[in-house]
């Protein structure tokens, strides 16, 4: 391969870059991205670039050194893959001979296309919501998963009366009911209200925000701020016949056919609990790195071992958790109290291998990965 071409400017895209070199690529290597900014930490924009004071720097990364020839403000339209071909909104074809696809997800919305409730995706999103809550608005927040959570606690922390509206108990999904009490317990304590209900629109009245939900009634508030899941981004691969049942599906090294990977939130790949997206900023960085080796070397390189490793910081509580969510049932104790909001936990799972959780708890990564993998008893005695 001469030309390899990174659709993608994201921690997805960056990393692709980054291994694509370090695995001896010296061609000509071309990254597109619809953002005008250099890569950054979109995980920053719902934690500590929400809140810190003056200029945001939490969400930046350390400048590219993979010496790619850039193309950002412009979006990838449509993939040719028999001429091998990348067509851009602006008119540009881009030839290659390998292709790294990282287009990621945008926010689904409540209501698409009115104005009443702004998402966190960008960073132009979090500018903006930065820009609302200097004013500390009353807000509502659309949505129980960690980023609805996260931005919770942080329009709390910014001063802020917050109402969380979601249908279940907030990060179940995610977390599993034991953690999810944990966690709603916090939020309580620090002055969230919590709604049970499904909404199922917002729009604006007479300069406010309003929340209609399910069984009738409207909530109404200043600001309305909707964290209700991700749309990949593979429009542009509609005629592609790279989808499979309206999915990318990749195989274990990432690959779609010999000449081309997907990568980071746009991927459907195969794991120990079935073929899934794994939509979490280390499974990128993970995805990418077998990828770009599996783009140079085939059936050489590496198949993927993805051990999800999942982060939060909210309402005082910060979470490092190695291995598969949700978890069911009481976990093990390793370490630490859950009542002083320090603790190592663990769950079993049926197939050997583990989920181990951190809470409050200072322990390197590599050793909280460790434990996730051991046999419980261990992980017991490495607690």
Excluded at 177 to 186: G, I, K, N, Q
Excluded at 260 to 279: F, H, K, Q
Excluded at 328 to 357: C, F, K, M, Q
Aim: hydrophobic share 45%; glycine share 10%.
């Amino acid at each position: 391969m001469q030309r390899i071409v990174v659709v993608g400017n994201g921690i997805a895209g960056l990393t692709a870059c980054d291994s694509l070199r370090a695995a001896g690529f010296d061609g000509e290597l071309t990254v597109v991205g619809a953002e005008h900014h250099a890569p950054y930490s979109r995980p920053a924009l719902s934690k500590a670039a929400l809140l810190e004071g003056g200029t945001m720097t939490a969400h930046q990364l350390p400048a590219p050194e993979h010496a790619a020839t850039e193309i950002l403000g412009v979006s990838a339209v449509r993939l040719d893959p028999t001429r091998k071909r990348v067509l851009l909104d602006d008119g540009t074809q881009v030839p290659y001979d390998g292709l790294v696809i990282a287009t990621g997800s945008r926010p689904r919305r409540l209501s698409p296309g009115k104005p009443a409730e702004l998402t966190l995706r960008t960073l132009e999103d979090a500018v903006e919501l930065r820009r609302r809550l200097a004013s500390k608005p009353t807000v509502i927040v659309v949505g129980g998963g960690a980023l609805g959570m996260e931005i919770a606690s942080g329009c709390l922390d910014a001063g802020c009366q917050v109402t969380l509206v979601a249908p279940e108990a907030p990060m179940i999904h995610q977390l599993g009911p034991y953690l999810s009490e944990v966690f709603a317990t916090a939020a309580q304590r620090a002055g969230l209200t919590i709604v049970p209900a499904q909404a199922v629109g917002a729009w604006e009245d007479r300069g406010h925000a309003q929340v209609a939900l399910a069984d009738g009634f409207v909530l109404e508030a200043e600001l309305v701020i909707s964290a209700v899941g991700d749309v990949p981004n593979i429009e542009w691969l509609t005629d592609s016949r790279l989808l499979t049942n309206g999915r990318l599906e990749v195989d274990s090294r990432g690959r779609l056919r010999p000449d081309i990977v997907a990568v980071g939130d746009v991927a459907v790949l195969p794991t120990s609990r079935g073929t899934r997206r794994i939509p979490l900023w280390t499974s990128a960085i993970e995805q990418s790195k077998v990828a770009a080796t599996a783009l140079l070397r085939g059936e050489e390189a590496p198949e993927l071992d993805l051990v999800p490793y999942f982060w939060t910081e909210q309402f005082g509580l910060t979470l490092k958790a190695s291995g598969h969510l949700p978890m069911d049932g009481a976990p093990e104790i390793l370490a630490g109290d859950l009542l002083e909001n320090s603790v190592l936990l663990r769950w079993a799972h049926e197939d050997g291998t583990g989920t181990a959780v951190a809470l409050n708890h200072r322990i390197p990564i590599p050793r909280l990965r460790r434990l996730s993998s051991a046999a419980p008893a261990a992980a017991s005695a490495a607690a």
